[in-house]
């Protein structure tokens, strides 16, 4: 039951995370279209070998029809197509699906992209949207969240991480010293993108100190513990074994994955917080990869906060429950340390470009297993964990990876 | 300027309009399954545990328990500007089920997980009715 570990990982490519975008304005499927290309001649496929896609929500030129559209656009004759709506666990699930159908055998050349360059506007453009205020996924009536959560202010994302942070804390260490455990993984992360000229980061070191002493956004969480939008963009392309052995680079294989879900509101969850959906996932997708937590060489997980990365880390079992801040202090999470996470930088370092954030990890863990990383390569590159998340820990989605 | 930004309001359902109507007359309802035993809110039409349609509002007392909290430093969105800081919180009654809201009367720095708090019922007038809480 499971992958097989015979889809891989061929193709990559992305746009650099910029805070201010001042090239031309494309439209996502342009984006699509572009960023796609660039995975497929770094794969060394012909676009006409493409039978298979998925995409997530960013599509914004329609409401649905998403797959047929971009097919149509990129002129691809398809054979399976998806769109996945798990928020920031989109693309990690979208990367698991691509393995599964090619697995399958429906299909052989999967492309996955996530757009996240700001589009062309008429100026006249949804005055409905513009005057919308609150920041909430459930807007209209009937909505349990615009009924029930937005009146009193909970308005995602801040207030819901900020929730795990402090049952986290009130539960396992609420001493400053615990504090700085979990700003340490905001530095870490740093010290990676100060190694990844294409973070929004790059060039700027952070202490631990540094982000305790950043401002208070949502107790406990602090500005530099939060993700920054950026804009930028990302493209995966799979291909089946068969396949995959006449690309030119190293292929990286799918051995295991998996996801879990229950809930959109934390208020609502039915595991006591701080437990989250990826202490479902990560027993399972290591039963399938037939691999130990002590194989992997590298963690890639989807750090829109801090306390994402923490929770991430412990509830995936590489520590117990608690434990996490421990293995931070004991650890250089850098991508010259001993436990390795994030090693462009993440989200944190490289700012979160839409969709595309959640793929930046599935395409570091590419280049870092095919050797791709100059100054950033960890030592020892085979085998990595990557991690989604979407929503306030609605939806958790992981992957395990390995070089041939 | 940020002050006038009307706030969002809750809009009730057919089938959560009897939890509106109690919070108005100062009384809290929670849904309880005659098939389960389960309670539950937010009002569905169907038990979150089992599905039954057999779901009864039963007035609790409402005391609770802070569950987890934050406080917004800056606004979580412009209409509620004029509450920073904002303490927002979950709540846990004696039921086990948990209420989003906030809690008036008591300073950021006191709030702890673990607190026990008591309903506070805000009439907006609108004749709406939010469950805020404070300190027991
Ligand atoms: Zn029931």
New interface residues.
Partial sequence: MGLRGEAAIVGVADYPSERVYSGTRQFSLEQWADLSSRALADAGIASSEVNGIVCVGDVSESAMFHPATIAEYCGWSLDYAERVDLGGASAVAAVWRAAAAIELGICDVVVVTCTGRPKPELPSASPQERAR???ASSWT??S?Q??????????PP??GF??????YH??YGNEPADHLARAKIAADQRTSACMNPNAAFFGKPITPEDVLAS???????HILEIVMLCHGGGSVVLASKARAQRCPKRPVFLTGCGEHLAHK????SVDE?PRTPISYVADRAFAMSGIDRSDIDMLQLYDCYTITVLLTIEQSGFCDPGGGLDLVRRNDLSYKGSFPVNTHGGMLGMGQPGFAGGLSMVLEATRQIRGECGNRQVRKHDTAYITGTGGIMSEQAALIVQGA | MSDT?P???????PT?QPYWDALRDERIVVQRCRACDHWVH?PRSRCSKCLSDQLVFQVVDGAATV??????????????VD?VP?I?T?VELAEGV?????LVDVA?EDV???MRVQPVFDHGDDGMT?L?YRPA
């Fill in positions: 205020t609150v920041n009536w009937g349990p615009s009924e029930f959560e937005v009146p009193y202010g909970d308005i801040n207030v900020a929730f795990y942070a402090s049952r009130a539960l401002r208070l956004i949502a107790d406990p969480l509101t934390p208020t609502y917080i | 930004v706030k969002p309001r809750p809009r009730p359902t959560s937010y569950y987890t909290f934050t406080v917004a430093r800056q606004a979580t969105a412009p209409p509620f509450e904002q927002i979950i948990r209420f989003t809201t906030n950021p702890r997980v673990g939010l805020r």
